[in-house]
């Protein structure tokens, strides 16, 4: 029997029963389905992250207190009081980082605003001025705090778009307000526009404010949870690097590099360092998801072994005129594998669907600049995995079939 007519007879044989047939694909469509909508997503969130990171600009270089963490449990470690502000004066020094422009310690962390009988929950950031530069984001109403106010740790805040729907009526004057936190009266100077999340940064939830207030009055630390370095040049973040690192070595008194207490990290790191999360966490999901197609694989191989055991006259008469045990097998395969493969188209069209509806609620409605992503490895991977799938679990009922004596299958009268 030539591989034509196997496969005309495949498909007639998978179209006497329709509705068992689609029935017996939807553990393969759920499947391929799922993993379409994890990588497609996966890359979005990727592209996301990498687009934001690059936004802050290639001439940046940050400074984490801390060992640099070799994988996402050591990351929790990595936090610690290492950066001093004496690190950041001899940071300045021209004699130490020669190619260093600007500097923006960090300081961050959770608190309560409250403003009468209002409370919300929110995220301090203390920074200087730098900070709107960087992150493109310059208050809507008001201004940023001066040199002067960082200096003299004013009491001056920038608060957030949905800081000041939450604290303040609609209508009521917000700019000269006070606002409490910690017991700290701070006095509302700009208030940002509605910008949505920024990598892990969300400033519409942010009150911004000088680095020195924040240490001083809401946190009552004397360190920093980051620092942000600007070089005067691409050409010079290697050298300016090795000088940053040479400088607070020196400080802290480091003779050998691998007790840091602290790492440096460039945007091209930086970038490097997201790709490889997002594509493991992407790929660990796409192989839970991919758990579907062993049940739905296991249903395909149960329904081809009822679908034997009721055409086993046709079996035993095909037998009977001259088919061999290779064109049987050949016949029961393809039709495992058509049935999957048919799965897994539906599930990429389905899948690339969802995907696409998805990205557009999440940068329509919620504000993010999602970006719709079609990886063509997601398309490979799901036809070939269900093509696979209908082979690996296709193989034992098309055998079966093979093997059935012509003589005994002529006298089933089931």
Do not use: C
Not at 179 to 206: C, E, T, W, Y
Not at 239 to 250: G, K, M, Q, S, Y
Not at 300 to 320: P, Q
Request: overall charge positive; charged content about 20%; glycine content about 8%.
């Amino acid at each position: 029997m030539r591989l034509k007519y196997s496969l005309k007879t495949a498909v007639k044989g998978l179209r006497t029963n329709r509705s068992r047939s689609l029935l017996t694909i939807l553990g393969i469509v759920i499947g391929i389905t799922a993993i379409m909508l994890v990588m497609s997503l996966g890359r979005g969130a990727q592209d996301l992250i990498l687009n934001q990171i690059q936004s802050i600009g290639s001439k940046t270089i940050a400074v984490i207190p801390g060992r640099q963490p070799t994988g996402i449990s050591d990351s929790l470690s990595s936090f610690s009081d290492s950066l001093k502000n004496k690190d950041v004066e001899d940071l300045r020094k021209k004699s130490n980082v020669p190619h260093l422009t600007r500097i923006m310690p960090i300081v961050f962390g959770p608190v309560s605003a409250t403003k009468g009988n209002k409370v919300y929950q929110t995220t301090v950031f203390g920074v200087n001025n730098f900070f709107a530069e960087i992150y493109n984001i310059y208050p809507e109403d008001g201004r940023l705090f001066t040199d002067e106010e960082v200096a003299s740790k004013s009491t001056a805040v920038i608060i957030g778009s949905k800081v000041k729907d939450k604290l303040f009526e609609p209508g009521e004057p917000v700019l000269g307000q006070k606002i409490r936190v910690k017991n700290q009266s701070l006095r509302v100077v700009g208030v940002l526009p509605n910008k949505g999340q920024f990598s892990f940064i969300s400033f519409d939830d942010a009150l911004i404010m000088p680095y020195t207030t924040a240490q001083q009055y809401i946190f009552g630390i004397k360190y920093f949870n980051r620092l942000v370095i600007e070089t005067d040049s691409e050409a010079n973040i290697a050298a300016t690097v090795a000088d940053i690192e040479t400088t607070l070595r020196n400080n802290h008194r480091i003779t050998d590099p691998d007790k840091d207490d602290f790492f440096v990290e460039t945007q091209a790191q930086a970038m490097a360092l997201v790709s490889t999360i997002t594509n493991a966490l992407t790929l660990f999901l796409a192989a839970v998801a991919a758990i579907s197609l062993i049940v739905g694989g296991v249903g395909i191989m149960n329904i081809m072994l009822v679908s034997v055991t009721e055409r086993t006259r046709e079996i035993g008469l095909r037998k009977a005129v001259g088919a061999t045990n290779r064109s049987i097998l050949t016949q029961f395969l393809l039709e495992s594998v058509m049935l999957t493969a048919v799965g897994g188209i539906i599930g990429i069209a389905l899948g690339t669907g969802l995907s696409f509806v998805i990205s557009l609620i999440l940068s329509k409605f919620v504000g993010l600049n999602w970006a719709f992503a079609f990886p063509l490895t997601a398309v490979f991977l799901g036809l070939g995995v269900s093509g696979a799938v209908g082979l690996v679990f296709g193989i034992y009922p098309a055998r079966q079939a093979s093997r059935k004596s012509p003589m005994e299958a002529l006298r089933y009268d089931g």
